[in-house]
């Protein structure tokens, strides 16, 4: 069986912080996210919308995965925490990601779920992925 990729883009988001520290984010046309919590200070950072985006990808990829192998596990629930490096550059150095489902597999069968989710997940996959950056014109 062939394997194939859809070819896809994402964006352009855009995003800015400004005065009290408050990000915004144009999350998809006509559509703008404001995030805030009780202080400035303890508002949520870029990392941490990073590690939920693997949380959400990894719940969504093993979703799919359990589709593909016919298993009903119910609902995917996926707690995601990351550890930052302790060189230079600054960066998250590892990742640890917990999944709960409502119907637990065999061992086997998860641990070919995890193995497809893992192969699917475009946030995981692109994590040491080039980030090319210019200033705008």
Avoid at 26 to 44: C, F, Y
């Amino acid at each position: 069986m062939a394997i194939r990729i859809k070819a896809k883009t994402y964006g352009p988001f855009t995003t800015a912080i400004g005065p009290g520290k408050v990000i915004h984010v144009d999350t998809a046309p006509k559509q703008t996210v404001a995030i805030t919590s009780p202080s400035a200070e303890e508002a949520g950072s870029p990392v941490d919308f990073m590690i939920s985006a693997l949380g959400a990808c990894l719940a969504l990829s093993f979703h799919h995965a359990a589709q593909e192998m016919k298993i009903d596990v119910g609902q995917v629930s996926v707690q995601v925490s990351g550890t930052k490096a302790e060189d230079l550059p600054d960066r998250i150095g590892s990742y640890d990601a917990t999944v709960s489902l409502d119907t637990m597999p065999g061992e086997e069968e998860g641990k070919e779920l995890i193995k497809r989710a893992k192969a699917r997940c475009t946030v995981s996959n692109s994590l040491n992925g080039t980030v090319n950056m210019k200033m705008a014109v």
